[in-house]
């Protein structure tokens, strides 16, 4: 069965920074791209970031460029996101999914997590 | 980038009723599309991917189809279980973007 568990989000203030993980299992984790979606309270699905199976390729949406970065270690089966330079903005529930091919970097998500919620607030 | 338009914003309807969301792409893709099934305090499910493909498991009830840059899905028959907020994805390269949402609710 495939699982996919997040844990480390929590409350930070803004400008603090902040890695949650992801940690998957029921199936061959470095065989398949995966992806951080987040959900604004109340609010509709953004997609954040891809990362390819063997790291060699990360996507990130433009709205975020430049303070997320993406990685994963295929040893330990395990997705990270790291943000920078929070904003109550950036306050969400974030889920990691799984890519559902293995053929492709980009496609539909046939596996999501229950997802962790970061909150950003003074 | 590529935006989706998702219509209707909120959909009122009955058990038993058929309903069509329907997502409209700003430029030609490709069919990768998908569709997706949320719950209030869950993660979504796919229920349609590449615009028309059934998600092993899902209802034989959803469909989707694609003609030209629109993008629908239908529910034949409405159960009390399908009511929830629908969302569609477009994967035809590697910026993801999802539509606005649809919330189906019981009239």
């Known amino acids: 069965e495939v699982q996919l568990v997040e844990s480390g989000g929590g409350l930070v203030k803004p400008g603090e920074s902040l890695t949650v993980s992801c940690a998957a299992s029921?199936?061959?984790?470095?065989?398949?791209?995966m992806n951080w979606v987040r959900q604004a309270p109340g609010r509709g699905l953004e997609w954040i970031s891809t990362?390819?199976?063997?790291?060699?390729?990360?996507y990130y949406a433009d709205s975020l460029k430049g303070r997320i970065t993406i990685s994963r270690d295929n040893y330990k089966d395990s997705l990270f996101l790291h943000l920078n330079s929070l904003t109550a903005e950036d306050t969400a529930v974030y889920f990691c999914?799984?890519?559902?091919?293995?053929?492709?970097?980009?496609?539909?998500?046939?596996?999501w997590g229950q997802g962790t919620l970061i909150t950003v607030s003074s | 980038d590529i935006q989706m338009t998702q219509s209707p914003s909120t959909l009122s309807a009955s058990v038993g009723d058929r309903v069509t969301i329907t997502c409209r792409a700003s430029?030609?893709?490709?069919?990768?599309l998908a569709w997706y099934q949320q719950k209030p305090g869950k993660a979504p499910k796919v229920l349609i991917y590449?615009?028309?493909n059934l998600k092993s498991g899902a209802p034989s009830r959803f469909s989707g189809r694609r003609s030209g840059t629109e993008f629908t899905l239908t529910i034949s028959s409405l159960q009390p279980d399908d009511f929830a907020t629908y969302y569609c994805?477009?994967?035809?390269?590697?910026?993801?973007?999802f539509g606005q949402g649809t919330i189906l609710e019981i009239k």
């Open positions: 029921g199936f061959r984790f470095d065989r398949y791209s």
């Open positions: 994805q477009d994967y035809d390269d590697h910026f993801h973007t």
């Open positions: 999914t799984k890519t559902g091919s293995d053929r492709q970097v980009s496609n539909y998500f046939d596996y």
């Open positions: 430029q030609t893709l490709s069919s990768s």
């Open positions: 990362i390819s199976s063997t790291s060699a390729y990360k």
């Open positions: 590449d615009a028309s």
